[in-house]
């Protein structure tokens, strides 16, 4: 008989198994303690009010020289324009925004094409509002994600989301709404979520 305990972040992952001489065979039980979720965040939606989308990408333990070369080779490989990044207050953690704005199979090939966590970048599959949402509140004693830096583009400008553009001039990105080619839109969903991951 053997157990094994390991702890993450936000859960205990429990593994017991058990060999049963007489067939030959090896029972094995896996299952999950989770915390539960006490801290609601603040968060806004890559999707626009046309079903057309931003780029999000949210980096966990990947230094900023690193997302800023990979950043770069996307806007290169798909034509895209000017990224914002954020710093987290966590080591080695950023979120990233493109204002392009592309339809659903477009945008999720290109996240995929990112080093970001697989449950980011495959939970526009797995949540029902089909979204990438990142967090722009407090999250339990966590600071708000700070404006960093741009990283500018020397690649064709497409049609940027207005509404995603003003709400990140209010976060302090040096944007001018009045330059280049924007979609007019004024919609931006906001979403409030429930978490226990990684609120110290």
């Known amino acids: 008989m053997k157990l094994e305990v390991k702890r993450r972040?936000?859960?205990f992952s429990i593994f017991f198994s058990w060999k049963i001489p007489f067939v030959q065979k090896t029972f094995r039980f896996h299952t999950k303690l989770y915390a539960s979720p006490n801290a609601w965040v603040h968060g806004y939606s890559s999707r626009t009010e046309t079903g057309q989308y931003v780029l999000f990408h949210d980096y966990d333990n990947l230094d900023k020289k690193s997302i800023v070369n990979e950043l770069k080779y996307l806007q290169k490989k798909y034509g895209l324009g000017d990224y914002y990044l954020f710093k987290l207050d966590r080591e080695d953690s950023f979120h990233a925004v493109n204002l392009d704005v592309?339809?659903?199979v477009r945008a999720y090939e290109i996240q995929q094409n990112t080093?970001?966590?697989q449950a980011f970048i495959h939970a526009i599959k797995n949540l029902?509002?089909?979204e990438w949402v990142l967090r722009?509140?407090?999250k339990g004693l966590r600071d708000c994600p700070k404006f960093d830096s741009v990283i500018y583009s020397r690649g064709?400008?497409?049609v940027r989301s207005t509404a995603h553009g003003a709400f990140l001039t209010k976060l302090g990105?040096?944007?001018?709404l009045n330059k280049g080619r924007w979609d007019g839109n004024k919609l931006l969903t906001f979403v409030d979520y429930d978490t226990a991951n990684?609120?110290?």
């Open 102 to 104: 592309f339809p659903i």
């Open 9 to 11: 972040d936000n859960f």
């Open 136 to 138: 722009w509140g407090i």
């Open 115 to 117: 080093s970001c966590d």
């Open 156 to 158: 064709n400008k497409r």
């Open 173 to 176: 990105v040096p944007l001018d």
């Open 198 to 200: 990684r609120i110290k």
């Open 128 to 130: 029902q509002t089909r």
